[in-house]
């Protein structure tokens, strides 16, 4: 038990050696975040899905709040595993050690950015909503989805 306890001081000694604190505050703005995002996907190669979540949709800054949108469950938990290193990032990125992230799904309905359709699901159910016929062809042929 007392091999734990000296265990654990250690890996938060290294953790914050690994993460040093910024304490610079400059202005940011959504250019400087897209473009800091685009530095991170291009030098840290994050999965794929990862980076597809970080540049599909435009962030929002408020202030030193930045709020990210993305289009599926998947990519809100691949962000969070690696949350800690994003925002580490972005802030020595941006010389902003006050920022603070947020990670939410996108809804069309509360921004006039458009959905990007990825599955063979969604970009049914849209061609299905431009023409209701799709439907009943679907139907009759026997089609699935892949």
Same mark, same amino acid.
């Given at each position: 038990?007392?091999?734990? &306890?000296?265990?654990?001081?250690?890996? +938060?000694?290294?953790?914050?050696?690994?993460?040093?604190? %910024?304490? !610079?505050? $400059?202005? #940011?703005?959504?250019?400087?975040?897209?473009?800091?995002?685009?530095?991170?996907?291009? &030098?840290?190669?994050?999965?794929?899905? +990862?980076?597809?979540?970080?540049?599909?949709?435009?962030? %929002?800054? !408020?202030? $030193?709040? #930045?709020?990210?949108?993305?289009?599926?469950?998947?990519?809100?938990?691949?962000?969070?595993?690696?949350?800690?290193?994003?925002?580490?990032?972005?802030?020595?990125?941006?010389?902003?050690?006050?920022? !603070?992230? $947020?990670?939410?799904?996108?809804?069309?309905?509360?921004?006039?950015?458009?959905?990007?359709?990825?599955?063979?699901?969604?970009?049914?159910?849209?061609?299905?909503?431009?023409?209701?016929?799709?439907?009943?062809?679907?139907?009759?042929?026997?089609?699935?989805?892949?």
């Amino acid at each position: 038990m007392s091999a734990l &306890n000296e265990q654990k001081p250690a890996e +938060v000694k290294e953790q914050e050696a690994k993460y040093e604190k %910024i304490k !610079s505050h $400059d202005a #940011i703005d959504e250019q400087k975040v897209r473009d800091a995002i685009r530095h991170y996907v291009e &030098n840290c190669h994050p999965d794929p899905i +990862v980076a597809v979540a970080l540049e599909s949709h435009q962030p %929002i800054v !408020s202030g $030193d709040q #930045i709020r990210i949108f993305v289009d599926n469950q998947i990519q809100m938990e691949k962000l969070h595993a690696i949350q800690m290193h994003f925002s580490h990032v972005l802030m020595k990125t941006l010389n902003n050690g006050f920022l !603070s992230f $947020d990670f939410q799904l996108f809804d069309s309905n509360k921004t006039t950015e458009v959905k990007k359709l990825y599955t063979a699901e969604e970009k049914f159910n849209r061609f299905v909503e431009i023409n209701p016929v799709v439907a009943e062809l679907k139907k009759i042929f026997g089609l699935e989805l892949e």
